[in-house]
């Protein structure tokens, strides 16, 4: 259990990203959908008027800053608390002390970081003193709150979910680290706005790790009378990657994009492994290239063969779970099936069509027999007179139209040939046949 000294001054020996620390919003970088002019969060730290909470996201990108701008704000007593190194009797002891000072008329906000380590028995501990109002819990977790947080202790908590950062706040996060005196300001430091957005690009939306990575290219930059120049070469060491012009926002991401679909969907296993590579080395994230391979599967290979998408959600999972490097092998896998599957775009012309009537048509009411009908009313106005159950058939199959009556002739789907789509299109014809 640690008080305010958690966010104090610890200057010149505190890593970078510590020294620099925003103690305001005003210098608060990322997050305008919780943070903007006008934003609810925003608007309850600046009136001190917050209420329990969990932060939700990734590493890096503003969880702790934030506890640290109310510790600084308001005027409730704000105590940190860390899941880690704390059990039930350092909770046992904050919550008596949280009791008292409301007794006393006196606030107190709780910050438990990764409050997901907690156990059910810890996390009820605090369950009652959030209930009568002794605390006013702060949690910061980077897992899904809704399967790692108490339903009990979720229910009565706001949860804010906060994004990675973008590369543009990042870049703005390096500059301002350059000029900072509690930064590099003063130390006369050459770096090319390249080299600061290949620190971007590498961090994949950690402020952190964007800063630690640029604390470690200047201490390894090359010294001389006109200052601290960082090279290339020296960069390259820092974050283990060989491109580091790559920008995943840009022109050249998009064409890398484009070149591993189409060399997917021109079945060529060697090139879409190539420019998935070059994705990977250039600091793009894995999830998503995994994200791009599960949309071709089914856009591009649909009903040829469903195992597809089983592959492509697969590696995705495996993406989530290790992260780079070990992945690379996983994506691999995905790239290679996709592009010796048969290949069918039936399914990505459905939807497009079937999304032109849907938009451009007017909203057809459902047919009264396959409507549902639970209530006597609904019965009485004949909803689901007419139903057909198909599997009192022999057949499994019945004469009933399902489609509104002014597209009982409309066909979206139209199966191709190729791989196990022949299967369905014999299937699906002889369904046609037999309804007439």
Not at 291 to 309: N, T
Not at 351 to 362: G, H, I, S
């Amino acid at each position: 259990m640690e008080q305010m000294n958690l966010f104090d001054d610890r200057r010149q020996t505190a890593p970078l990203a510590s020294r620099l620390r925003p103690g305001t919003l005003k210098d608060f970088v990322g997050q305008e959908h919780l943070l903007g002019k006008g934003k609810v969060l925003r608007q309850l730290i600046e009136r001190d008027q917050i209420s329990s909470m969990i932060f939700w996201g990734p590493p890096g990108v503003g969880k702790t800053t934030l506890a640290s701008i109310i510790a600084g704000q308001t005027k409730a007593d704000f105590i940190n608390f860390s899941a880690v190194t704390s059990g039930i009797k350092e909770i046992k002891e904050v919550m008596n002390q949280a009791e008292q000072s409301r007794r006393m008329g006196i606030r107190t906000v709780l910050f438990v970081d990764e409050i997901h380590r907690f156990n059910k028995a810890q996390q009820d501990a605090f369950l009652p003193f959030v209930e009568k109002g002794s605390i006013i819990l702060i949690g910061a977790t980077t897992e899904n709150p809704s399967f790692e947080v108490n339903a009990a202790l979720l229910s009565r908590c706001r949860v804010f979910v906060l994004k990675a950062l973008e590369e543009k706040d990042l870049v703005k996060l390096l500059s301002h680290a350059l000029a900072n005196p509690s930064g590099f300001g003063g130390q006369n430091v050459h770096i090319t706005p390249t080299q600061i957005e290949a620190i971007a690009a590498f961090a994949n939306g950690d402020a952190r790790t964007a800063l630690n990575t640029l604390e470690m290219a200047v201490l390894n930059g090359e010294i001389s009378a006109a200052g601290i120049t960082v090279t290339n070469e020296g960069l390259e060491q820092c974050i283990s990657k060989k491109s580091l012009l790559y920008d995943k926002n840009g022109e050249e991401h998009y064409n890398l994009i484009s070149a591993l679909h189409k060399s997917m969907r021109n079945s060529d296993p060697d090139a879409a492994i190539y420019w998935m590579m070059r994705m990977l080395e250039g600091g793009e994230n894995p999830l998503y290239i995994a994200r791009r391979l599960v949309r071709f599967a089914s856009e591009d290979i649909g009903m040829a063969d469903s195992h597809a998408l089983q592959v492509t959600v697969a590696a995705y999972q495996a993406c989530h779970f290790l992260g780079m490097p070990e992945c690379d092998v996983h994506l691999t896998h995905a790239v290679t099936y996709l592009s010796l599957a048969p290949k069918s775009n039936a399914l990505y012309t459905a939807c497009e069509a079937c999304k032109k009537d849907v938009r451009n048509m007017r909203a057809e009411p459902v047919p009264l027999q396959i409507r549902n009908a639970p209530t006597r009313l609904m019965k009485e106005l004949e909803y689901g007179k007419g139903y057909e159950y198909a599997h009192d058939t022999e057949e499994k199959l019945t004469h009933m139209q399902c489609m509104p009556e002014s597209l009982k002739d409309r066909h979206y789907y139209h199966p191709t040939e190729q791989g196990e789509e022949l299967d369905v299109k014999k299937r699906f014809e002889a369904i046609r046949k037999w309804k007439g």
